[in-house]
């Protein structure tokens, strides 16, 4: 849900912005209501593929990797607390003696954040609202070991960085699912939502693939396979895993999708990932895919593929197999049975 907090805080008169400030937002969401800084020349951070290309297409200007200098720089809090960090002090290199404000919702650790950052820093202002908080502060070099660390080697030797899903190490599903690859997969596939490679590691391994296609909708994520995938027959796509390549054109697609983007699980993302990994595969293609025990995939993969399984799996985790994706015709009869 977009935060209304800089709106309220701006127009309460505790936040005072002046239409000739340069204003950097630093990982904001797209449904947020800037309408505040309409007059403003506004630079957009934005390491999410579907959150840059909202962003793009509204017509604002959006990168990778903001640089100053600027006058004033919001950060809209992640989950990460190193992450969270890490945006603070990228804050301060990118407005020095500029304006830092900090929003998040109080789910997100914005009151521990607000803590940590008044043990080093006088406070300018906060405000309370909608389940979070604003503040702001003057920006100095208060929090420069606040960096966030370069992608570096975790467990045998993968490289990751903090902020990004499963940092410390590969996550039990990905585990679970390479040990239940069929060994029989050939030919050219995809891993949708492949993070920072530890899968298409895996399937490049395996004697029939001749090309596996990572994608990833975190840049951070996607920066840190480039480093850990450097077999050629692999190709890295920032991309949104929904909407990416042509359909019809793998033999086969492996995933571990993501089911939250907030904290409040989501089975409506599991669920776009199926219907594009049916959209993507041939007519005797075949899905193969983990989950939480718990997330309720089997209807809609019922609806878009001829054949589901269960190959694998234990208390926490399912092992799915699909094979000849259905045409959008037909699934499109068979959901509404």
Request: overall charge negative; aromatic content about 6%.
């Amino acid at each position: 849900m977009a935060s209304p907090r800089l709106t309220h805080a701006v127009e309460a008169a505790a936040l005072d912005i002046a239409d000739d400030a340069r204003v950097v937002l630093l990982e904001p969401d797209p449904e947020a209501d800037f309408g505040v800084l309409a007059e403003n020349d506004v630079i957009v951070q934005q390491n999410f593929k579907p959150a840059f290309d909202a962003f793009a297409s509204m017509g604002m200007a959006v990168v990778e990797n903001a640089e100053g200098p600027a006058d004033i720089v919001h950060v809209t809090l992640p989950r990460s607390r190193e992450l969270a960090r890490g945006l603070i002090a990228q804050a301060e290199r990118i407005a020095p003696q500029g304006l830092v404000i900090v929003d998040g919702a109080k789910t997100d650790g914005i009151d521990a954040t607000l803590k940590a950052v008044k043990a080093r820093v006088d406070v300018g202002g906060q405000v309370s609202k909608a389940h979070g908080r604003i503040f702001w502060f003057t920006s100095g070099s208060a929090f420069a070991d606040w960096a966030l660390p370069l992608p570096a080697p975790v467990v045998d030797g993968w490289i990751t960085q903090p902020g990004v899903f499963s940092a410390d190490g590969p996550d039990a599903g990905s585990q679970a699912l390479v040990a239940a690859l069929p060994k029989t997969l050939k030919g050219r596939g995809a891993d949708l939502g492949g993070g920072w490679g530890f899968l298409t590691g895996h399937l490049l391994n395996l004697p029939g693939v001749v090309h596996v296609d990572l994608v990833e909708a975190d840049k951070r994520a996607l920066d840190c396979a480039v480093q850990n995938v450097t077999d050629d027959r692999a190709t890295l796509h920032w991309a949104d895993a929904t909407t990416w390549g042509a359909p019809a054109s793998l033999d086969w697609v492996v995933t571990n999708p993501p089911f939250h983007t907030s904290r409040t699980p989501d089975a409506s993302l599991g669920q776009a990932f199926i219907r594009s990994a049916a959209r993507l595969l041939k007519p005797k293609g075949q899905l193969v895919m983990v989950a939480n025990r718990h997330l309720p995939y089997e209807t809609t993969l019922a609806a878009s593929f001829v054949h589901v399984q269960e190959l694998d799996g234990d208390s926490r985790f399912k092992i799915l197999h699909a094979d000849q994706p259905k045409s959008p015709a037909r699934a499109g009869r068979s959901s509404r049975r």
